[in-house]
C-alpha cells in the first residue's frame, strides 16, 4: 500500500503548500460518476462579473444565491480514462540549461566561443540579428543556451541593453530538431524588465513555517511559492536550510490578469549568491503556463492536484466498492410521507480524487481560468467548474459554500480560494470531490506515468523558458 506523503502546512489563509501526492488508505466518502452527472434543477442566469477581491469577512455564498446558465452546463456522458498526450523529446529532456555573461567588443563569434558554442549556423544567425553597436558597448551581456542531453546546442538567447529610443530586447535563436534550421527573432522585452519586482526571504522560514505576514506577495502568489520550493528543497534536508534564501522575481505591474505571478524562483547561497535551483514560469501556446527547471522538470503536478489542505487522499480513481447516500421517500404510519437519506453500497467507476478533510477547510483552484458553471448538480451537490486553456476543466464538488462574490464568468486565479469543503449531494462525510477533464475525458492526476500537458515541457516550451531565464536574470 503506498505511503502518504504529508504536504506542506498551510501557512496563510489561501496557501496549500504541497509538493507530490500519493493514493493513500482506505476510502470513506466517495460516490459513484454515474449519481454525480445527474443534472440538478435550473436556475435563472445571472450575467458573468469581473474577477473580483475577496472581502476577508464576507459570509459565503450559499447554493441558492448562485446562478447556473444553461449555456454553461457540461452535458453528454463523460469517457473514462486519459492516455498520455505529449511525446517527449528524450534528448532533449535531461538537458541542460547554461548561463553567462559574454564579454562585448568580441563581436558574434567570440560571444559564442566564450559560451563554449561552436556552431557555424547559430554563428551566422547571430551575426545576422545582434546590432553593429552592440560591439561598440563595454561590460558583458546575459545569455542563455539549452544543450540536449547529448550536447547538441538548440537555443541561444543574448538579452540586448536599452539604446537611445528602444528599450531591452532579446535575440532568440533555436532549431527545433538537431539537424534544423536555426530560425531567429528579436523580442522587446521592456515592460517585463520595467514591471519585474523581486523579494528574498529565508529559507529557514520556509522549512518551519513562518513566513514573514509582511511580505509583498498576495496570498495567491504564496501558494505558487510554496510547492516548487517543497520540491527543490525537499523535506529531510531542513538542516542545510541555513545559510540559503529564497529569492522570488514576481510581476509588480498593474495588469490583473498577471500582476503578483511569480516569473522565476531560485534557491541560493546568501554568502556567494550561487544559484543551487531554479523553477521559471513558462507561458506556453495552447495550454495553461506552468513551473519548470531549466532541465525541463516540472513543479506542475503537485499545484495541479493540490486544492485544498487535507488529511489525506480517501478515493482515487478506478472501480472500486462505493458508497452513496441517495433521498428515498418513505410513507409514515399516519399516511403521510417524508424523505429520508438512505445508504446503499455498490462496485462502479470512481472518476475524481477524493480528500478527506473537514467542512468549511477553503477551496482554491489549482490553476488560472473561469468560472463556467456554479451551483447545486446531483450528486455533486455544491459544485464549480473552472475552464483552463487547452480543453481542460477542474471540478471541485461537495462544497458546502461558495466563496462571496464569485460568480459564473469570474476569472479566477490559481491559489484562490473559491469555496469551502462540505458533504453536500450523494456524500457520507466532509470532502472534497476532484475532477481534471480534458475534452470530456477524465485524467487520473495520480498515475505518474502518464505525461499530460499540464504537467510535460514539450519542445516548444523551451524557447519561451530562454526568454523567461534572459528577463528574469540580472542585467550584468
Same mark, same amino acid.
Given at each position: ?13 489561501? *496557501? ?59 452535458? @453528454? ?8 498526450? !505529449? ?33 557555424? &549556423? ?59 534550421? !536555426? ?19 529565508? /529559507? ?34 531542513? &538542516? ?16 490583473? &490578469? ?41 513543479? #506542475? ?11 489525506? *487522499?480517501?478515493? @482515487? ?22 424523505? !429520508? ?43 464549480? *467548474? ?18 462571496? #462574490?464569485?460568480?459564473?464568468?469570474? &476569472? ?52 519561451? /523558458? ?11
Amino acid at each position: 500500500m503506498p505511503s502518504l506523503v504529508r504536504l506542506l502546512t498551510r501557512t496563510l489563509p489561501g *496557501i496549500v503548500a504541497a509538493a507530490c501526492l500519493v493514493a493513500a488508505p482506505q476510502a470513506r466518502a466517495h460516490v459513484d460518476a454515474a449519481a454525480l452527472d445527474k443534472p440538478a434543477a435550473k436556475a435563472p442566469a445571472k450575467a458573468p462579473a469581473k474577477r473580483a477581491a475577496v472581502k476577508a469577512k464576507a459570509k459565503p455564498k450559499a447554493a441558492a444565491e448562485v446562478a447556473k446558465p444553461k449555456s454553461a452546463r457540461t452535458t @453528454g456522458k463523460a469517457r473514462f480514462g486519459a492516455k498520455p498526450e !505529449v511525446v517527449r523529446d528524450e534528448d532533449l529532456v535531461g538537458g541542460t540549461m547554461r548561463r553567462g555573461c559574454a564579454v562585448t567588443g568580441t563581436g558574434a563569434e567570440g560571444m559564442l566561443a566564450e559560451a563554449g558554442v561552436q556552431d557555424h &549556423e547559430f554563428l551566422n544567425a547571430l551575426r545576422r540579428e545582434v546590432p553593429a553597436t552592440v560591439s561598440n558597448l563595454k561590460g558583458c551581456l546575459s545569455y542563455v543556451l539549452t544543450l540536449t542531453r547529448s550536447g547538441v546546442l538548440r537555443a541561444f538567447g543574448l538579452r540586448l541593453p536599452a539604446e537611445p529610443g528602444q528599450s531591452d530586447r532579446v535575440v532568440l535563436l533555436s532549431r527545433d530538431a538537431p539537424a534544423a534550421p !536555426v530560425s531567429a527573432q528579436i523580442e522587446d522585452i521592456g515592460k517585463a524588465v520595467r514591471d519585474l519586482a523581486t523579494v528574498s526571504l529565508p /529559507m529557514r522560514d520556509f522549512v518551519a513555517h513562518t513566513l514573514d505576514f509582511q511580505t509583498p506577495l498576495p496570498a495567491d502568489s504564496l501558494h505558487s511559492l510554496h510547492a516548487p520550493v517543497a520540491q527543490m528543497h525537499p523535506k529531510g534536508s531542513d &538542516e542545510l536550510a541555513d545559510g540559503l534564501v529564497v529569492r522570488a522575481a514576481y510581476d509588480d505591474g498593474e495588469d490583473e &490578469e498577471t500582476s503578483g505571478r511569480i516569473q522565476s524562483v531560485e534557491i541560493l547561497r546568501e554568502s556567494t549568491g550561487e544559484v543551487i535551483r531554479q523553477a521559471l514560469w513558462v507561458e506556453r501556446d495552447g495550454l495553461p503556463g506552468g513551473y519548470f527547471a531549466p532541465d525541463g522538470t516540472s513543479y #506542475e503536478h503537485s499545484l495541479w492536484t493540490a486544492p485544498v489542505s487535507f488529511t489525506r *487522499i480517501s478515493r @482515487g480513481i478506478g472501480n472500486f466498492k462505493t458508497t452513496a447516500r441517495k433521498p428515498v421517500v418513505k410513507r409514515t404510519a399516519k399516511g403521510g410521507s417524508k424523505v !429520508v437519506m438512505v445508504k446503499s453500497t455498490k462496485r462502479g467507476p470512481h472518476v475524481g480524487v477524493d480528500y478527506a478533510a473537514p467542512t468549511g477547510v477553503p477551496v482554491i483552484a489549482v490553476a488560472d481560468g473561469k468560472v463556467i458553471e456554479m451551483g447545486p448538480r446531483g450528486g455533486y451537490g455544491n459544485l464549480i *467548474i473552472v475552464e483552463h486553456a487547452g480543453g481542460y476543466t477542474t471540478r471541485y464538488a461537495h462544497l458546502s459554500a461558495f466563496s462571496p #462574490e464569485l460568480e459564473v464568468g469570474t &476569472e479566477v486565479r490559481r491559489g484562490e480560494e473559491i469555496g469551502f469543503v462540505g458533504s453536500t449531494g450523494f456524500s457520507t462525510g466532509p470532502h472534497l470531490h476532484f475532477e481534471i477533464r480534458r475534452d470530456g475525458v477524465y485524467l487520473d492526476p495520480l498515475d505518474q506515468r502518464l505525461n499530460f500537458g499540464l504537467w510535460s515541457m514539450r519542445p516548444a516550451d523551451y524557447l519561451p /523558458m530562454l526568454k523567461q531565464s534572459l528577463i528574469t536574470d540580472s542585467p550584468r
